[in-house]
């Protein structure tokens, strides 16, 4: 088993829907959650981190984590085209480097 | 600001040369980064860690001898594929923690250089 699991999608949704992106994990010393978007054929870009439990929000974005039930979610609201991408969720137990989910690829029509 | 570069971009070579994959980061210093490689429609596969004047620490399956790491200084650090052979065309990642957020262990990737071995 996967110490963190994405769903790979593919996920297709209209312009100016709300996206709910999930990821649940295993290992409990996980503390720092991030989500990265990837576009095609370029390197990830972080959206959001969060230390914890908890809600985080920016712009239209906004991370959740549940560490009781080992649990983050990334929310999209008003959907746009330039939205479509593969959204990495990552976490960390703080010691260097991340485990990373295989990826949901997005898709948001006009 | 976290502006991570690498170069080339993309690169076509014969099978059994070598090819060097520079890795910057532009403007801040990186105690430590990341070589990642990425095949279609997957996810990252974590290569090396490498800090800065120290050997890199290689994940498990990953030859030592066929890709270099060398980090020299605080922005940058290379991936050398030795003897390049057409299963080691990928997409390949680098990315780099800010010294004073590593804490936080989030990184900053560079745009990626796709390798063809021909």
């Known amino acids: 088993q996967k110490e963190v699991e994405q769903d790979p999608g593919p996920l297709s949704v209209p312009e100016g829907a709300i996206v709910s992106l999930n990821c649940t994990y295993s290992?409990?010393?996980?503390?720092?959650f991030m989500w990265y978007r990837q576009y095609s054929r370029k390197g990830p870009e972080l959206l959001m981190y969060?230390?914890?439990?908890g809600n985080k929000e920016d712009g239209r974005f906004t991370a959740q984590v549940d560490k009781s039930s080992k649990y983050i979610s990334l929310f999209i609201r008003d959907s746009q085209p330039s939205d479509s991408a593969t959204y990495l969720c990552?976490?960390?137990?703080?010691?260097?480097?991340?485990?990373f989910g295989d990826g949901t690829t997005l898709t948001v029509k006009p | 600001g976290a502006v991570v570069s690498q170069h080339p971009s993309w690169v076509i070579c014969k099978s059994g040369t070598s090819v060097k994959i520079e890795c910057r980061s532009l403007?801040?210093?990186?105690?430590?980064m990341f070589w990642y490689r990425q095949f279609p429609k997957q996810s990252l596969m974590l290569m090396a860690t490498?800090?800065?004047?120290?050997?890199?620490?290689?994940e498990q399956g990953v030859e030592k001898d066929k890709f270099l790491i060398n980090h020299a200084s605080l922005t940058l650090s290379t991936l050398t594929v030795t003897s390049a052979h057409p299963e080691d065309s990928s997409f390949y990642i680098c990315?780099?923690?800010?010294?004073?957020?590593?804490?936080?262990?989030?990184?900053?990737f560079g745009p990626g250089t796709r390798l063809t071995v021909l």
């Open positions: 990552a976490m960390s137990a703080g010691a260097g480097k991340s485990t």
């Open positions: 490498s800090n800065e004047g120290s050997k890199a620490t290689y």
């Open positions: 969060t230390y914890s439990s």
């Open positions: 403007d801040f210093q990186a105690t430590t």
């Open positions: 290992n409990s010393a996980f503390q720092y």
């Open positions: 990315s780099a923690s800010l010294s004073r957020e590593l804490i936080t262990d989030t990184q900053y």
